[in-house]
């Protein structure tokens, strides 16, 4: 994230004592399985995050209270597992050069919020910066890269977003590897998400230093409009972000993924448009991280974040990112190759009318040749229709040349299908 907030300056101990320090801590770690890493991100991680929502405002008290309605409304029996604590929880670091939490934040510390979540079968996520300060000014992890993850493994942290603000002369292949070995070294399987906006393009060489990364610059809640500030940098609106995101799908898979940025569904978008982002990111195979009060939603937000079907698109054990087929009449039309043949169908309506389109399943015999090599076989192949909205099963495709379907798109809104190969 960039925020164009003043810097706080913090008198910092020698970096050589606590570099010397943390390495001497990690040796009887460096032995440890790189197994513990595997299976981190067979499919896209789900979650929730403090930062589109409370921003800096922050504590102990919201994060377990964040903590209780995920497990009482069933998000983390849908599979929201991750409770990430974004940026601004940060206090002075020791006299050896340790981070420490804020003690007026989280009096109770950073451990006992970890452990208060595991209890829950939950799990611990936490920021932190490559730079000299994080963006919003707190402490960066520039020079204290295996003491941080030390600090982080003691207090039983399960995911480290990873950002890139206060970076100048910083080699970002350099400083993200250098944060995946000090995670490594200190034995505890932390899933790394590198929040970089995309700007080196990690996509081409993070597999094997992440398990995701970000694509674009910071989301905002708005569906299609750019947020430009004085200092020169750019928010995303939603179809922004899956204008950027939609392009690199032959660089994401199991174990590492392409992130557009987290969710912004509940925070003041229409529910037409909170239920096309949440389908678009389920069908780009994205993270799926939370923003909005889960203490407080609507039941509209409610249905959205919990269409376990829809869910399932997302986590699909094929684990391949959907694409953006074609545009008819102001209408795109995305495929996801699934599990077992399967496959997920999107009729995306960007616009700000309601579109009517009939359907002609042979108009969509198409392969995959860029990833999966899949063919959707309309022409020989049937499959049964079930609409992911209205959870309802709408017929069987035919092999026949003939108009079958005839639909209206709302604005700014998707019609979403599953179609299963019948036996």
């Given amino acids: 994230m960039k925020r164009n907030q003043k810097k706080m300056s913090k008198k910092r101990p020698t ?43 922050i504590s102990e008290e919201i994060i377990k209270g ?6 009482e409304t069933g998000l983390r029996d849908a599979g929201y597992t991750y409770i990430n604590i974004d940026d601004c929880w940060h206090g002075e670091r020791d006299a050896e050069g340790f981070i420490q939490e804020d003690p007026k934040k989280f009096p109770n510390g950073m451990k006992s919020v970890a452990d208060y979540l595991h209890s829950k079968g939950l799990k611990l996520g936490i920021y932190s910066d490559a730079g000299s300060a994080t ?12 003491q941080d993850a030390i600090q982080y493994a003691r207090w039983g942290v399960d995911y480290l977003k990873y950002d890139w603000c206060n970076t100048t002369n910083v080699n970002p292949q350099g400083a993200y590897q250098l944060m995946s070995d000090a995670l490594r070294s200190a034995g505890r399987p932390i899933f790394f998400s590198m929040c970089e906006w995309g700007s080196s393009k990690p996509w081409k060489w993070a597999r094997e230093v992440g398990h ?28 922004q972000c899956i204008q950027y995101n939609d392009t690199l799908r032959r660089y994401a898979g199991r174990g590492y993924w392409n992130d557009p940025d987290m969710l912004e569904v509940g925070n003041g978008m229409t529910e037409n448009e909170d239920r096309a982002h949440f389908t678009m990111w389920c069908m780009m195979a994205s993270p799926l991280i939370l923003g909005n009060d889960l ?7 409610r249905n959205i974040i919990m269409n376990k079907e829809m869910i399932a698109i997302d986590q699909d054990t094929l684990g391949i990112q959907g694409f953006h087929y074609t545009d008819r009449g102001g209408l795109q039309f995305w495929f996801k190759p699934l599990a077992g043949g399967n496959w997920a169908f999107t009729i ?3 616009t700000r009318q309601d579109i009517s389109f009939t359907i002609n399943w042979q108009d969509f ?59």
């Fill in 135 to 146: 963006c919003a000014g707190m402490p960066g992890s520039l020079g204290h890269e295996y």
């Fill in 295 to 301: 203490r407080n939603m609507s039941e509209a937000t």
């Fill in 365 to 423: 015999n198409l392969t995959d040749s860029e990833v999966s090599g899949r063919a959707t076989l309309f022409n020989t192949q049937v499959y049964k229709v079930y609409n992911l909205w209205t959870h309802k099963l709408e017929g069987k495709t035919s092999t026949k040349n003939k108009v079958e379907r005839k639909l209206t798109i709302k604005s700014r809104d998707v019609v979403s299908y599953l179609l299963s190969i019948t036996k």
């Fill in 348 to 350: 995306l309506n960007p």
């Fill in 212 to 239: 995701s990364w970000r694509t674009t610059p910071d989301i905002w809640c708005n569906f299609d409009s750019l947020r430009v500030f004085p200092a020169g940098y750019s928010q995303f609106g939603v179809m």
């Fill in 66 to 71: 964040i903590a209780d309605a995920m497990v």
């Fill in 15 to 57: 970096l050589c004592r606590g570099i010397f320090m943390a390495m001497a801590l990690c040796c009887s770690s460096l032995s440890v399985s790189a197994q513990k890493w595997e299976h981190l991100a067979d499919t896209p991680q789900m979650g929730w995050s403090t930062w589109n929502k409370f921003q800096g405002d």
